[in-house]
């Protein structure tokens, strides 16, 4: 099994790479492709060549959740290759992708400006766009499906950590109000190796935690390694801290953080962790 990530904030040492605030992967099994995210602006095709990635033989398409940074490339991507792979969404993915960014004008991150207002951070396609180009939609209202032999696909994440709040300025608009994004639109992928699951992560807004204890129990499986978005950019010290020390009890052999992770913790994993990478767009993992 092989695992790519074709585009996310950090570069590495591959400077002929696009990089940008988003993510995207690419996982080859032996029986099936499988695109998972697409990025913010569809530059990660742009990095396909020189990574060896066919976008031709995607056979899947699974969207964490709702965000720009997340599905930004869907669109090019549909309107560049003629493919109709499957595509795996959460139930709530549509029905909750109205979302917002509330900022008082003084955090910087990419979705903000200098202003206080809410942004829209959502998709820019509907239902309709995807069933035009002849996809078939499989909402994922179970909290475990397989997808494949050997990936399956989480949800409806238990919130056993009660120190991973959610961000009160990640909103969804319902009518005419602003209510805090419950992020039940959070779909994982993990795939079964010889060496136990490797977890992939988005974006982690239920929680990092809540996330791979959920999977650890309802899979009975060990975890080997967990790799993507850890949404700890937001997150105080007193909670970086707390979340590695609960990761090393998991015994988790590696650890690839990506996107959303923030300099502050992964200064903090390197510090702290020794199974702990950086991982920046073009990483390949063979397991
Ligand atoms: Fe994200
Ligand atoms: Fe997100």
Do not use: W
């Amino acid at each position: 099994m092989k695992i790519t990530t074709i585009i996310e904030n950090s570069l590495g040492d591959k400077n002929e790479l696009y990089n940008e605030h988003g993510l995207s992967f690419f996982i080859e099994t032996p029986k099936c492709n499988i695109l998972f995210d697409t990025g913010k602006t569809g530059d990660f095709i742009e990095n396909t060549k020189d990574l060896h990635v066919d976008l031709n033989k995607v056979d899947y398409l699974v969207l964490s959740h709702a965000h720009y940074d997340h599905c930004g490339g869907v669109r090019r991507f549909l309107d560049t290759f003629n493919v109709h792979p499957e595509m795996y969404i959460s139930e709530k993915f549509f029905v909750n992708s109205d979302k917002y960014h509330y900022s008082d004008g003084n955090q910087k991150l990419d979705f903000t400006s200098s202003d206080s207002e809410y942004r829209y951070i959502g998709i820019d396609f509907d239902e309709s766009f995807i069933r035009d180009k002849k996809i078939d939609i499989n909402y994922v209202n179970n909290d475990m499906v397989k997808l494949s032999d050997n990936v399956y696909v989480f949800t409806n994440f238990e919130k056993k950590y009660d120190f991973e709040i959610s961000n009160p300025n990640m909103k969804i608009k319902q009518g005419e109000e602003y209510i805090i994004d419950p992020f039940d639109d959070e779909i994982v992928l993990a795939v079964d190796t010889k060496k136990g699951l490797l977890v992939l992560l988005g974006c982690s807004h239920p929680g990092i935690l809540n996330i791979v204890d959920t999977i650890a129990k309802r899979t009975g499986k060990n975890i080997y390694g967990v790799i993507g978005g850890t949404h700890l950019v937001e997150a105080n010290e007193q909670r970086i801290s707390k979340t590695i020390e609960c990761l090393k009890e998991m015994n988790i052999n590696i650890i690839g953080v990506s996107h959303c992770t923030g300099e502050n913790a992964t200064k903090m994993f390197e510090q702290n962790c020794e199974n702990f990478f950086v991982n920046c767009t073009g990483t390949v993992l063979e397991v």
